[in-house]
């Protein structure tokens, strides 16, 4: 399993005291007081406008982030992140129209831009996802709020603190990120 890095500064442009994470931090703020820019050494990481991965989540990869505040459209700062295992194999997600794995489904193996367009499903509020780690985003085209999936089941988003959002396209996290 490749590691991830991933260095965090509390001023923009790389500036001031700095954290290296290469793993999961549920509380940046024992490290830092505040985080304005961070670096993507290697790896992909998921990071959280508050603790305990709550929050806002946006998706990481290898790069530099000299102002992500505003480079993402964030109101916050980064308060915790989640480093995420590469997966070599397959993919595979059963996406369902209604909560407790109700109403239509569809199984996934590959990205899905538009759940309307290609299955014909006006929502998903629960899923299951058996192989893989996946990225669901609350407009089709991978556009909007977007929430982290790692294997498991999910029964209801809104019991997630998800309510009133909806997923209409779901992306798997290859090794290519």
């Known amino acids: 399993m490749t590691m991830g890095k991933i260095t965090f500064y509390e001023e923009k442009n790389f500036q001031g005291r700095s954290y290296e994470c290469m793993s999961d ?6 490290h830092l007081s505040r985080c304005h820019s961070c670096r993507v050494e290697s790896g992909c990481f998921m990071v ?4 305990n991965y709550m929050g ?20 916050d700062c980064i ?4 480093m995420i295992p590469m ?8 996406i369902y129209e209604r909560e407790n794995f109700g109403g239509q489904s569809n199984e996934m193996m590959d990205d899905c831009d ?3 367009e290609r299955y014909r499903m006006s929502d998903c509020q629960s899923c299951n996802v058996m192989d893989g780690h996946w990225l669901m985003y609350e407009q089709p085209h991978y556009k ?10 999910y029964r209801s988003f809104r019991d997630m603190g998800m309510s009133g959002q909806r997923f209409m396209s ?3 996290i290859t090794d290519m990120c």
């Open 144 to 153: 909007g709020r977007m929430m982290y999936m790692r294997p498991g089941e």
């Open 87 to 94: 997966h070599r194999g397959q993919f595979r997600m059963k």
């Open 56 to 75: 806002n989540q946006y998706f990481m990869k290898r790069g530099e982030y000299s102002d992500y505040m505003s480079m993402m459209g964030m109101r």
């Open 48 to 51: 959280y406008d508050r603790t």
């Open 170 to 172: 779901m992306r798997r």
């Open 25 to 30: 931090c549920s509380d940046m703020s024992s």
């Open 114 to 116: 538009n759940i309307q």
């Open 79 to 82: 308060r915790s992140c989640r």
